[in-house]
């Protein structure tokens, strides 16, 4: 099994920014992409982008490119989401994912992935 861990949401202004992390333990030699998704009340989880931990490659969602970046820390285990220049349609729970290989057809796909964290939530005001 593969534990995903979220950490650092909270309350912040439009325009702010925000850095969540993702932590992951257990079996981690299962999990060459991790990937970030949200959900607002009422709307179906939505794909943010997605990071491999070996050679670093990451894909966005258009809604957040340009404004979040997606790192990845392999000495720790732990995937990081920057967010910039929040926008209030920006405020979900986040959640980290885990999958076992790289496809730009099904990136973006939730059922696609493994393992789930518990989320965290992001509020933007405006």
Do not use: H
């Amino acid at each position: 099994q593969v534990q995903l861990a979220e950490s650092g949401g909270g309350l912040v202004q439009a325009g702010g920014s925000l850095r969540l992390s993702c932590a992951a333990s257990g079996r981690t030699f299962r999990t060459y992409v991790m990937g970030w998704f949200r959900q607002a009340p009422g709307k179906e989880r939505e794909f943010v982008g997605a990071i491999s931990w070996g050679d670093g490659s990451t894909y966005y969602a258009d809604s957040v490119k340009g404004r979040f970046t997606i790192s990845r820390d392999n000495a720790k285990n732990t995937v990081y989401l920057q967010m910039n220049n929040l926008k209030p349609e920006d405020t979900a729970v986040y959640y980290c994912a885990s999958r076992s290989r790289w496809s730009r057809a099904t990136i973006m796909t939730p059922n696609e992935y493994d393992y789930w964290g518990q989320g965290t939530q992001v509020a933007v005001s405006s």
